[in-house]
C-alpha cells in the first residue's frame, strides 16, 4: 500500500531541496574557478553575473515582500 506524503512531508523536502542549491550555489560564486582575472573581465561576464542575479532576486522579493511583490507594487 502506497501512502500519501503529507503537506508537512512535502513541505520539508522542498526546504532542504532549497538550501542545499542555496548552498551550491553560493560555493560556485564564491570559488569560481573558471572566472577571469580581473584585468580580463568584459562586459559579457558582467551580464553572466547580472542574469544569475535574477533568480535569487526573484525568490527574495517574494520572501520578503520586495520589488514586485512589495506593497507600494499593488
Known amino acids: 500500500m502506497t501512502t ?3 503537506a ?3 513541505y520539508m523536502e522542498n ?3 532549497a538550501l542545499a542549491l542555496v548552498e551550491r550555489i553560493q560555493a560556485a560564486i564564491a570559488n569560481h ?3 577571469p582575472a580581473p ?3 568584459n ?3 558582467v551580464g553572466d ?3 544569475t542575479v535574477k ?3 526573484a525568490v527574495s522579493d517574494r520572501m520578503f515582500a520586495e520589488g514586485e511583490y512589495g506593497p507600494e507594487a499593488e
Open 39 to 41: 584585468e580580463g573581465l
Open 8 to 10: 508537512l512531508d512535502a
Open 33 to 35: 574557478d573558471t572566472a
Open 15 to 17: 526546504q532542504a531541496a
Open 43 to 45: 562586459w559579457g561576464h
Open 55 to 57: 533568480g535569487p532576486r
Open 4 to 6: 500519501k506524503p503529507t
Open 49 to 51: 553575473m547580472a542574469e
